[in-house]
């Protein structure tokens, strides 16, 4: 597989944003281009601010499409030195990349054939983390049910009249989706969290589906807390959640208690993350934890069990211990790139939201018949 890579440091000033665009380009980058960040409502906390967009393409490798983990680290390293952060995205189709790239304010262009021969040595001259700890095999998790089936199922508790989809996992996208667009909160989002409590609390809907549920809740949920921590070098923008932040965590404190979501090992791993993330509500811990803490002692997953309990417990110096050795165990999954200006407790819940996730996309394609192991 061949991806190409797409990276946007914003730094607070032009001068800043000429010296990012010169490293990537040491880096290879193919092209780099260097704008003010326009005006937007939006962004209203980075007027003033610069942005160097770059493009990399790699060699071909085997694994995952994801953004390098070793690059995405590498970028990062020089958007902070200049005061900044960075986003990144990637694909696999760089030829379409790079003919779409915007050439507004290009500051870079490296021949193709230089670049490949810069992003061979980057990439050559590269060590790999060793993990701490094993990898542990997926999280158990039942069967799929047939779509209809479990579409049946899901009517009886979330109606959707009028609407169509292939599956309970479209359904639950849909509501995501309208609620939690792109990962924002919006001011429908405590609307939905019912809808989505009732999904993960229901029977005859399949095991992962019940899960995917949860991930959707605790994403919800922890999503200012995890905002404020990936922003934390961005212009100041108050250092609070949003009123509709703070309404849906509200809302999934409230459907948390009493919640029960079958007894699929992976539904009972993200649950106990949710309580963990939400211990105002009171819930607890629940018990399946401890049996999946003794079944994975010796893996790298006893460091995410450990990360649980201390978001749980909440105490800074566990949650700092907690999240160092997930990072060790884990560092192909976590790339502990998170600043120093957020709160452990922040930095914490940011990467308790990437292992879950991680959790769950290994059952998925475990289920699909795909032996995946940690990426």
Known sequence: MIREMRFVVSVPDQVSAYAVAEKLAERGHLLVAV?????DP?????????RAHSLAVDPPYEGPL???PAEKKAVAAIAQKYGGQVNSACGQFP???IERFSREGLAHKLDRTEADRIRAEVVGGQTAAVPSLPAPPGLK?????RPAADLRAAAEVVPFEGRTFDGVGDLIAAIANDAFPQGSVVPAAPGAVPRLAALAGNDGVSDFHRAMTLMVLFQMSTAGRRRLA?????PEDGGAETPAETATRAAVAAVLPGLAVGRSELAEFLLAGLSAAMREAGAGMPAGLERIAGRYAGTARITVVNLIRAVADGAEEPLRTATAAVVAALPEVIDGLQSTK???EGRALDTLDTVLQWELDNARLSKLGTVFGPR
């Open 35 to 39: 704008r003010e960040v326009p005006i």
């Open 42 to 50: 939006l962004e209203s906390r980075f007027a003033g601010w610069w």
């Open 66 to 68: 994801e953004v390098s």
């Open 95 to 97: 030829d379409k990349a």
């Open 141 to 145: 998790c039942g069967g799929f049910r």
């Open 230 to 234: 990936y922003q934390a070098d961005a």
């Open 342 to 344: 957020a709160t452990v």
